[in-house]
């Protein structure tokens, strides 16, 4: 009722103030006394700020209270929202302190977001990754989640987005993913022993080749060497840039002074049997600083080589083929690997694969070297060979 009259008054208000102003305009123009048209001009002004304020308040008496009163339950919803959200993060969190349950992160940590954050795999490929750990986590434990967590807050868990339980599940791995590089780098270096940055660079590049200029890295170098990043980062790329020259000038030297009319080059390969390239990878990999295991003669896994340097042990399947190489190689090659408790499996061949060869090997995690990588290995030595395996 109060809030009506108000508006009437100010409507009013608003018309007397016209009607003022034409009666000033027309008593101005006819030089009549204007006294009664500036005095209703006067009152019509003063009554419409009046009314235009007292509209101003109320809505401001009205307005203010429930701002406060939307602001208070919104403040509830997020911080019951909030609350659900913890609660989940938590159980996760819970979860991942199952014995079996972090090693099953650390290894996804290795095999994919170590690839991640060097850039070997795409984000979309990495998302889908995440997404099939999403899978297994829930169905390898739904009923511990279940039994750890309210049901209503299950029910809200459960009808949130993909994108919501993924992030959680970076959430967890950004909290350890640092901790399992760090271990992951001291089974290789032991940094207490080098008395030089040079000497530990030396060694750090040997195992990771050009995979060690990669700045998430030596980020791990320099934090577990406890040495200034940009000393470290200058450091590795001086050594590196001084063992490229080293082998441009070798490679040099042989091409121009060898007097080995048999030189190792992809046309010297294409001229072995297959248990040739077989004794010749070993070499040449010994040369690399790598130890070769013996394997029986009567080998049914799939396995030419085993190779290993540090804590890493390389299973390796080598076919000298003039045709491509198939599917059948890879699958041998993951079934070696799993038998002999490898970290890695690895094809080696002077040929080329079939595209199903290459997709079973994307994914499995095998590398595939095929008759370019193979050249690459022959002419760029260790550092090249490096970079695949680390």
């Given at each position: 009722?109060?809030?009506?009259?108000i508006?009437i008054?100010?409507?009013?208000?608003?018309?007397?103030?016209?009607?003022?102003?034409?009666?000033?305009?027309?008593?101005?123009?006819?030089?009549?006394d204007?006294?009664?048209?500036?005095?209703?001009?006067?009152?019509?002004?003063?009554?419409?700020?009046?009314?235009?304020?007292?509209?101003?308040?109320?809505?401001?008496?009205?307005?203010?209270?429930?701002?406060?009163?939307?602001?208070?339950?919104?403040?509830?919803?997020?911080?019951?929202?909030?609350?659900?959200?913890?609660?989940?993060?938590?159980?996760?969190?819970?979860?991942?302190?199952?014995?079996?349950?972090?090693?099953?992160?650390?290894?996804?940590?290795?095999?994919?977001?170590?690839?991640?954050?060097?850039?070997e795999?795409?984000?979309?490929?990495?998302d889908?990754?995440?997404?099939?750990?999403?899978?297994?986590?829930?169905?390898?434990?739904?009923?511990?989640?279940?039994?750890?967590?309210?049901?209503?807050?299950?029910?809200?868990?459960?009808?949130?987005?993909?994108?919501?339980?993924?992030?959680?599940?970076?959430?967890?791995?950004?909290k350890?993913?640092?901790?399992?590089?760090?271990?992951?780098?001291?089974?290789?270096?032991?940094?207490?022993?080098?008395?030089?940055?040079?000497?530990?660079?030396?060694?750090?590049?040997?195992?990771?080749g050009a995979?060690?200029?990669?700045?998430?890295?030596?980020?791990?170098?320099?934090?577990?060497?406890?040495?200034?990043?940009?000393?470290?980062?200058?450091?590795?790329?001086?050594?590196?840039?001084?063992?490229?020259?080293?082998?441009?000038?070798?490679?040099?030297?042989?091409h121009?002074?060898?007097?080995?009319?048999?030189?190792?080059?992809?046309?010297?390969?294409?001229?072995?049997?297959?248990?040739?390239?077989?004794?010749?990878?070993?070499?040449?990999?010994?040369?690399?600083?790598?130890?070769?295991?013996?394997?029986?003669?009567?080998?049914?896994?799939?396995?030419?080589?085993?190779?290993?340097?540090?804590?890493?042990?390389?299973?390796?399947?080598?076919?000298?083929?003039?045709?491509?190489?198939?599917?059948?190689a890879?699958?041998?090659?993951?079934?070696?690997?799993?038998?002999?408790?490898?970290?890695?499996?690895?094809?080696?061949?002077?040929?080329?694969?079939?595209?199903?060869?290459?997709?079973?090997?994307?994914?499995?995690?095998?590398?595939?070297?095929?008759?370019?990588?193979?050249?690459?290995?022959?002419?760029?030595?260790?550092?090249?060979?490096?970079?695949?395996?680390?």
């Amino acid at each position: 009722m109060l809030e009506g009259l108000i508006f009437i008054l100010l409507f009013l208000s608003v018309l007397a103030t016209i009607v003022s102003l034409v009666w000033l305009t027309v008593g101005h123009v006819l030089r009549k006394d204007t006294k009664k048209a500036l005095l209703v001009l006067q009152i019509a002004v003063i009554a419409g700020i009046s009314s235009f304020l007292a509209i101003a308040s109320v809505i401001f008496l009205f307005l203010v209270p429930a701002f406060i009163v939307y602001r208070i339950l919104a403040g509830l919803s997020k911080r019951k929202q909030r609350e659900k959200d913890e609660a989940i993060d938590g159980v996760m969190g819970q979860l991942f302190q199952e014995e079996e349950m972090k090693t099953k992160l650390y290894d996804f940590i290795l095999q994919h977001t170590r690839r991640f954050d060097l850039h070997e795999i795409s984000a979309t490929e990495y998302d889908h990754s995440l997404g099939l750990l999403l899978q297994y986590i829930f169905l390898r434990a739904e009923p511990t989640i279940k039994a750890s967590i309210d049901e209503k807050i299950y029910s809200y868990w459960r009808k949130k987005p993909l994108e919501y339980n993924k992030n959680l599940i970076m959430a967890q791995i950004d909290k350890v993913k640092k901790e399992v590089y760090f271990r992951e780098m001291e089974k290789i270096i032991d940094v207490k022993k080098y008395e030089t940055i040079e000497d530990l660079v030396k060694d750090y590049l040997d195992y990771y080749g050009a995979k060690g200029l990669h700045p998430a890295n030596i980020e791990v170098l320099s934090e577990l060497a406890q040495e200034d990043f940009s000393e470290m980062r200058a450091a590795v790329e001086a050594e590196y840039t001084r063992i490229k020259e080293q082998q441009r000038l070798q490679l040099l030297e042989n091409h121009l002074f060898s007097k080995d009319s048999s030189k190792k080059d992809i046309k010297y390969v294409d001229s072995l049997s297959g248990l040739e390239f077989e004794d010749f990878l070993k070499d040449l990999f010994i040369s690399y600083g790598y130890s070769v295991e013996d394997l029986p003669y009567s080998n049914d896994y799939g396995a030419d080589l085993i190779i290993s340097k540090g804590a890493k042990r390389i299973v390796i399947q080598a076919k000298n083929y003039q045709g491509t190489v198939g599917n059948k190689a890879v699958q041998e090659v993951v079934s070696a690997k799993i038998y002999y408790k490898c970290d890695v499996a690895m094809v080696i061949t002077n040929s080329s694969y079939t595209e199903n060869a290459i997709k079973t090997a994307q994914a499995s995690g095998v590398i595939l070297v095929d008759r370019t990588g193979l050249e690459r290995i022959l002419q760029e030595g260790s550092m090249y060979f490096n970079s695949l395996v680390s």
